[in-house]
């Protein structure tokens, strides 16, 4: 038996823009994905003799309401990887939970990202670079970037990823109203937004602020994110939640992803923890202070 036990970080998105749509349905983004400090943990162990099996265990905070069987993606994944490989081994997986589901922050993603990289490692040759990288999109946009979280600029459906310099450690303070909207719905939002609007030319690709040098003080107005208006719709709590984070003196303010997190960028942890410890957020909201992951 070989085990191994991995970091699944979750992300922000550091402004996210829709470049497109393909015949397929799938839109096209121009995003900053920005790794965070906060992250869930997976112990994977895999033993040779015992069939091909998947065994997932849950725990931490944000495990209840998760299944633990095949619908899983963590499950998902490993089921991928072993079939694409023809391995027949069995694995098991410890999944301690700590970010919370549906929330834009990539928790999913990650943790299916890490079950391949994690798998790649304890199964050496099982399958080449490529055949991982097809086997995360196939499982989900934000998933390739996952198999190497660094700050990147990500592109197409998620599977253009361009690792970024000079991107330094932002503080940030990350609420969620505890209300999850399905990604799909945010996206099916903005397409019923666009119909009842003239047609333009795609919007211009990320701010080049947004390359080396970049400087928490510069961040305000580059947040744009064009799936936070249909999100709000969908989740008014959103806008709400942003206002009150403005309020606590962040230097700027954004929502991740799809939503339905949004985050107040601040000077420095420090200000960030002072900010969270003055809020009166309500009942059934989450909150947190996190730090993304520079450059290397």
């Known amino acids: 038996m070989r085990a191994l036990t991995l970091r699944a970080p979750a992300k922000v998105n550091l402004g996210l823009r829709i470049t497109g749509r393909r015949d397929d349905g799938y839109h ?10 906060l992250a869930d943990q997976l112990t994977i162990e895999v033993e040779k003799g015992r069939g091909s099996s998947i065994r997932l265990t849950l725990s931490g905070e944000a495990a209840a309401g998760l299944p633990a069987g095949d619908d899983n993606l963590v499950s998902r994944a490993a089921r ?13 997986i410890a999944l301690d939970k700590q970010i919370p589901a549906g929330a834009g922050l990539g928790g999913g993603s990650s943790d299916a990202g890490s079950v391949l990289r994690g798998l790649a490692q304890l199964l050496p040759e099982a399958l080449a670079p490529g055949e991982l990288a097809e086997l995360a999109l196939g499982l989900g946009a934000d998933v390739p970037f996952f198999l190497d979280p ?16 000079g991107v330094p450690a932002l503080s940030l303070l990350l609420v969620h ?12 939002a903005w397409d019923q937004r666009e119909a009842a609007l003239t047609r333009k030319p795609p919007r211009p690709t990320m701010p080049p602020a947004f390359g080396p040098g970049l400087e928490a003080s510069a961040l305000q107005g580059l947040l744009e994110n064009d799936l936070e208006p249909p999100a709000v719709r969908l989740c008014p709590p959103i806008a709400q939640l942003e206002e009150q984070i403005a309020s606590l ?19 420095d942890r420090n200000g960030a923890e002072e900010a969270l410890a003055r809020s009166h957020f309500a009942a059934g909201v989450w909150k947190r202070v996190a730090t993304t992951e520079p450059s290397a």
């Open 28 to 37: 096209t983004i121009d995003s900053l994905f920005a790794p965070l400090d």
């Open 80 to 92: 991928a990887f072993l079939d694409r490989s023809q391995r027949t081994v069995g694995v098991k």
């Open 150 to 165: 660094r700050p990147s600029r990500v592109r197409g459906i998620g599977e253009r990823i361009e690792p970024l310099a």
């Open 177 to 188: 109203p505890g209300i999850s909207i399905a990604t799909a719905g945010v996206y099916a």
């Open 249 to 267: 003196g962040a230097l700027a303010v954004g929502m991740s992803g799809s939503g339905a997190t949004v985050f107040g960028v601040f000077e």
